[in-house]
């Protein structure tokens, strides 16, 4: 498992620096599907870390881990179809 720790590391980095770009682009535009898009993926984002906390942590640690990055993810799922719905709603009327 610990040859899978560098092609995660760099997906953190790089899911990280989308983020970023993808919440300023979206803030800049003012477009809101780009910053929910931005904050869908933290959510992603708080998944990969995890995952990656759950390959360094040791064998009977690393369960915990992966269910709260699944539990995480898919709050920021809900979240954020429940902010773009709000807003859509909002621009409707």
């Not at 803030?27 to 910053?35: K, N, Q, R």
């Not at 390959?55 to 954020?80: H, K, W």
Request: proline share 2%; charged share 10%.
């Amino acid at each position: 498992m610990a040859h899978l720790r560098k092609p995660l590391t760099a997906a953190v980095a790089l899911n990280a620096s989308i983020c970023v770009v993808e919440v300023a682009a979206g803030i800049g535009a003012t477009s809101e599907s780009l910053v929910a898009d931005g904050v869908h993926n933290v959510s992603d984002q708080l998944g990969l870390v995890f995952l990656l906390l759950a390959f360094v942590a040791s064998r009977g640690l690393s369960r915990n881990p992966i269910r709260t990055a699944n539990l995480l993810n898919s709050c920021g799922l809900v979240a954020v179809c429940a902010l773009v719905a709000f807003r859509a709603m909002a621009r409707f009327a």
